[in-house]
């Protein structure tokens, strides 16, 4: 026979909300929850949606053998006391759209969202998955008022992962050999450093011509338009996803992975009060550090190309905002 207490432990366990039940929401909800990192709440304004799918995951808990409570919701009070709130609401690409299409319409979506998930949860911290990223990432800490270290966005993972993907394709090696590392927007101006991309440690500089790796530095950058061209009818969610879900389990694990990631900068590259992805430490306080590369003329020069244009649009969705 068990005994057991008069007065019962309450264990609290870690709680993701992911803002948006879309294609990305869902799969990281899944990603969360089967590599057993948190509780997830998924909240979508479609009603019935978002319950549905959590009903769905929780179905299959005893086939993936994990226990995480996952809930599907309408209502932001139920994400209450999240230690992430991740924000992939919004419209996503269709063929022929940019990210920078977006801007119009996510912007709304985003700002409302952080306002509303922050009141439930203050001491959580943010990842912004929504395009256009650095955009939407540099909104979102304006209307949730965070202090940097807390609020960040996903880009910089998904493009170093895809730019990884291309260069294994084309040697044929094991893609976990291959490690690179995607600076910039999260956009066609995005910065791949070649000098940075290795196989086992050998750069690919070593291994593959210039006209090679200008041709996979050139796909990285089109990535996602060329699945958005496949599919037709949406854009990638696999890999956003995985990229997501290997930030949230560097927080909740405290790992301090040096991962690029989309944040905002006060004179680090040169760059002041604008969001962009650079090479950051992520543990249990979120940005623990930004590490501040070397680069040569060039690459610095393509950085600044870069974030001039997410400094446009910036100025482009205060615009709309105050309307």
Not at 175 to 197: C, F, Q, T
Request: net charge negative; charged share 20%; hydrophobic share 45%.
């Amino acid at each position: 026979m068990i005994s057991s207490s008069d007065s019962p432990i309450l264990c609290r366990l870690p709680r993701v909300s992911i803002i948006g039940a879309g294609r990305v929401g869902s799969t990281l909800a899944q990603r969360v929850a089967e590599k057993n990192l948190a509780d997830v709440v998924l909240l979508d304004i479609v009603e019935g949606m978002p319950q549905g799918l959590a009903l769905d995951l929780l179905e299959a808990r005893g086939i993936e053998l994990h226990n995480r409570q996952i809930v599907g919701t309408n209502n932001y009070a139920d994400t209450s006391g999240s230690q992430i709130v991740v924000i992939t609401a919004g419209l996503p690409r269709k063929p022929g759209m940019s990210r920078d299409d977006l801007l119009k319409t996510n912007a709304k979506i985003v700002v409302e969202a952080a306002k509303q998930a922050i009141a439930h949860s203050p001491n959580a911290i943010f990842i912004v998955v929504t395009n256009p990223l650095d955009v939407m990432t540099y909104l979102a800490w304006q209307a949730t008022g965070l202090p940097r270290d807390r609020i960040m966005g996903m880009a910089g993972v998904l493009d170093s992962a895809r730019f990884e993907t291309f260069i294994a394709l084309e040697l044929g090696v094991l893609p976990a050999d291959v490690k690179a590392m995607v600076l910039g927007s999260h956009g066609d101006l995005m910065v791949p450093l070649s000098r940075y991309a290795t196989v086992n440690g050998v750069p690919i500089t070593e291994l593959l011509d210039t006209a090679t790796i200008e041709r996979l530095v050139e796909r990285t950058r089109n990535g996602g338009a060329e699945i958005v061209e496949l599919m037709q009818t949406g854009g990638a969610f696999f890999a956003p996803a995985s990229a997501t879900s290997v930030m949230v389990e560097s927080i909740l694990l405290n790992q301090s992975r040096l991962l690029p990631v989309a944040t905002y900068l006060q004179g680090e590259y040169g760059l002041e009060d604008i969001v962009i992805g650079v090479p950051c430490r992520l543990g249990c306080g979120g940005i623990e550090g930004i590490v501040d590369l070397h680069l040569t003329d060039g690459e610095r020069e393509a950085l600044q190309t870069s974030a001039q244009s997410v400094r446009n649009n910036i100025d482009r969705a205060q615009e709309i905002l105050a309307i």
